[in-house]
């Protein structure tokens, strides 16, 4: 195609991003701590090729980064991953994965800012890896789920037991997922979206 100095080429169409019966997009967010799925997670459910800023780990994070129960990983999110899935003809959730690694923390109210909603991943071995990012979610009022990614040899707590140790408040959902497999990662984003639309029909006073 040509096309003239003055004319300059046309930008992605609508269609092109979004399906034609498309009539609401939504951005969720995909936290936690270091090594607790969240890459996996957004790959997983992607239907498009996700974009991921995923670098080699380096002899820097040596004494910074706590490798334990990940000692296997060899790459970590630096920036944010980004990826696309359709969960009803009409409703598109845009999903952004934060980096876990709190020297690229700065990089946190950027990815977040105007998120609908999240999913907090936790592993059951480090619990506390994701403390921090439950605290910013509450901070900026943006409501989640929180979600065990089931990893071999991590502990399994009754429900109970690993609300109380998240200080989870009854109302908000706790899952089980295999970040790995779509149809469970698809699962928690369908969790997510029921309690958002819950929350926001309940009369105000069963809040
Ligand atoms: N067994 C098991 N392994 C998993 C699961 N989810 C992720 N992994 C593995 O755990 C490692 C870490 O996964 P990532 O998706 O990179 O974790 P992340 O939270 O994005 O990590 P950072 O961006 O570095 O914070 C990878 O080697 C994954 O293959 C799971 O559900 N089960
Ligand atoms: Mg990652």
Redesign the pocket.
């Known amino acids: 195609m040509d096309y003239s100095d003055s004319e300059p080429p046309p930008g992605p169409r609508r269609e092109d991003l979004l399906p034609a019966s498309t009539e609401r997009s939504v951005k969720v967010v995909v936290v936690?701590?270091?090594?607790?799925?969240?890459?996996?997670?957004v790959g997983s459910v992607s239907e498009i090729r996700p974009l991921t800023t995923?670098e080699t780990m380096t002899q820097a994070g040596v004494g910074v980064d706590d490798l334990s129960g990940?000692e296997?990983?060899t790459?970590?999110?630096v920036a944010m991953?980004f990826g696309r899935i359709t969960l009803d003809d009409r409703l598109v959730l845009y999903l952004f994965?934060t980096?876990?690694?709190q020297r690229f923390w700065f990089l946190w109210n950027g990815v977040i800012a105007g998120a609908l909603g999240a999913v907090v991943?936790v592993d059951t071995r480090r619990l506390e890896e994701s403390f921090p990012a439950m605290d910013r979610l509450e901070q900026g009022g943006v409501p989640f789920v929180v979600a065990v990614?089931?990893?071999?040899g991590a502990p399994v707590h009754p429900a109970s037991e690993l609300r109380a140790a998240l200080d989870l408040p009854e109302h908000v959902p706790l899952v089980d997922?295999?970040?790995?497999r779509l149809d469970s990662s698809r699962d928690v984003l369908l969790t997510l979206m029921r309690y958002l639309y819950d929350s926001a029909t309940a009369p105000r006073e069963a809040l």
Do not use: I, S, Y
Not at 32 to 41: A, I, W
Not at 149 to 152: A, M
Not at 177 to 180: G, H, I, Q, S
């Open positions: 936690g701590g270091f090594g607790v799925g969240k890459t996996t997670m995923e990940v296997r990983k790459e970590t999110t991953d994965g980096p876990g690694q991943l990614n089931h990893f071999p997922c295999d970040a790995r």
